[in-house]
């Protein structure tokens, strides 16, 4: 079986972990989101490709889920002690020798898709990790400013820094009108047996990927059954502060309203948390089909449980095709 999966950082990671336990042999083509790239001392670094990397490969901070296990920060002390920032973001000394790679490689002329192969070629992910585009893509967030005024700021400022203890005013990937998917995305969407949509973010981490022109279009034509996870359980984020910037797209904080942001014309299938049971007949009432599930991510048994719900789920999308074309077919004879 061969399957794509939209992901972004912690919540895309960790899924993906469970997912490879629940289906072992599956060929896994990750599409990572790259809008929450950003460039520090003089350094491009790429949180989320990283964060799927380290997780899968073995390297993460499992208390965090960012960053490396058994990290010190002595080069960033340095840098502060020089009076050079931002102190807020945290490098470690282990985490600035990937940068530091990926800087020189990029610098040679080598795309980013290029230099992630090779980068995984040490962690051995189990998984083929594609960024969503070679292109520079970073995804901006407008604010208001205690005076009134509005300003925008790198969405990694908006989450990290300020910890989106301001409202967002809107969220934009810029770069991503004029952006290419990188080589071998939409032959990967094209060719899979099924597409997934973790409990990742679904503005900033998965909206941002299908951003990129082409993408959104293949996933919708695709012939495989699209089937995502809720990131909102109980009417609340699972982790992080995806209702700030759902509330900037105006999308509600629920598990059916982040369905309806979808839509249809791209979701199949939708899993929601079994407190959010009462939901599922308002999706399916908008064409989606969905089922309540434990959605909590507790551990790699509750995480792979999650994945064989969503490969359910998605043979439950297939034969509900295949009957319906077969009666078409009857119809017509």
């Known amino acids: ?81 020089y009076g050079v920032g931002p102190e807020w973001f945290g490098l470690g000394d282990r985490d600035f020798a990937t940068h530091i790679v990926r800087t020189q490689m990029l610098g040679a002329g080598y795309p980013l898709s290029a230099v992630t192969e090779a980068l995984c070629a040490r962690w051995r992910p189990g998984v083929r990790l594609l960024p969503m585009s070679d292109d520079r893509i970073e995804t901006h967030v407008a604010i208001e400013t205690d005076d009134g005024e509005q300003r925008a700021v790198h969405f990694q400022e908006y989450w990290v820094k300020l910890r989106a203890a301001v409202d967002a005013k809107a969220v934009v990937p810029v770069g991503a009108e004029q952006a290419k998917p990188a080589p071998g995305v939409l032959e990967a969407i094209a060719e ?97 089909r969905c089922r309540a599930v434990p959605l909590m991510m507790t551990d790699l048994d509750t995480t792979a449980a999650m994945a064989r719900e969503a490969l359910t789920l998605a043979e439950e999308v297939r034969a ?9 077919g009857g119809a017509g004879a």
Not at 24 to 32: H, K, L, M, N, R
Not at 274 to 282: E, H, N, P, R, S
Request: with cysteine.
């Open 192 to 288: 899979a047996d099924l597409i997934l949509f973790p409990p990742s973010n679904p503005v900033v981490s998965v909206g941002t990927i299908l951003a990129v022109p082409g993408i959104r279009e293949a996933v919708a034509s695709a012939a495989a059954p699209v089937v995502g996870l809720s990131p909102i359980v109980g009417d609340a984020p699972v982790r992080g502060m995806a209702d700030k910037v759902l509330a900037a797209v105006g999308v509600e904080a629920t598990a059916a309203a982040v369905a309806a942001h979808y839509g249809a014309g791209l979701l199949d299938g939708w899993l929601v948390d079994t407190v959010d049971a009462g939901t599922v007949a308002d999706v399916e009432t908008a064409g989606i």
């Open 320 to 328: 509900a095709d295949t009957d319906a074309d077969t009666s078409e």
């Open 1 to 81: 079986m061969r399957i794509v999966v939209l992901a972004g950082g912690i919540g895309g990671a960790r899924f993906l972990r469970g997912l490879k336990r629940a289906a072992p042999d599956a060929e896994i083509t990750v599409i990572g989101n790259t809008g929450d790239d950003i460039h520090l001392f003089g350094l491009k670094v790429c949180p989320d490709l990283d964060t799927v990397m380290y997780t899968l490969g073995g390297g993460i901070n499992e208390e965090q889920g960012w960053g490396r296990e058994d990290e010190s920060f002595t080069v960033k002390e340095e840098l502060a002690a």
